[in-house]
């Protein structure tokens, strides 16, 4: 299958992210603190506390991500190299990361207004000119 054929599932994608952000915005809301690990509560008659959930959120997906790999080495469908893509998913989740927990204003003090209105306008309109362009369009 050739490199133009491929699609990546955007609305997977959007949903995980969102999925997860979401998720961490209401343990967030809820007051969650390293005091609250041993809180639990009873699940399908299994003690559940509140550190085997959050140890799951970042588990499961580390699973997923494996699981996916595999389905990818069995349909032939290996990645030769990391998409620009993928580097862009991995940067800017690693970016937000670094917020999580931060003081009020630190996005302003950076510049994450800059960043997005980078990747809402410039970035993907130079982009577009140079293939444009490179492609005679």
């Known amino acids: 299958m050739s490199d133009l054929t491929r699609q990546t599932d955007w609305n997977s994608v959007r949903r995980m992210m969102n999925a997860a952000i979401d998720f961490c915005e209401q343990v967030e ?3 969650y603190g390293e005091r609250d690990r041993d809180a639990a509560t009873d699940v ?10 959050l140890t799951s959120a970042w588990t499961y997906p580390e699973t997923m991500r494996y699981a996916i790999i595999r ?13 620009e893509t993928a580097r862009v998913l991995q940067a800017m989740a690693a970016a937000c990361a670094e917020l999580c927990g931060a003081r009020p204003g630190t996005s302003e003090a950076v510049r994450v207004p800059e960043l997005l209105q980078w990747f809402e306008t410039h970035a993907p309109q130079t ?9 005679g369009e």
């Open 44 to 53: 399908n008659g299994q003690t559940v506390s509140a550190q085997d959930v």
């Open 29 to 31: 809301a809820l007051g």
């Open 127 to 135: 982009l577009k000119t140079a293939l444009v362009s490179r492609r």
């Open 71 to 83: 389905q990818r080495h069995d349909a032939a469908d290996d990645l030769a190299y990391v998409p």
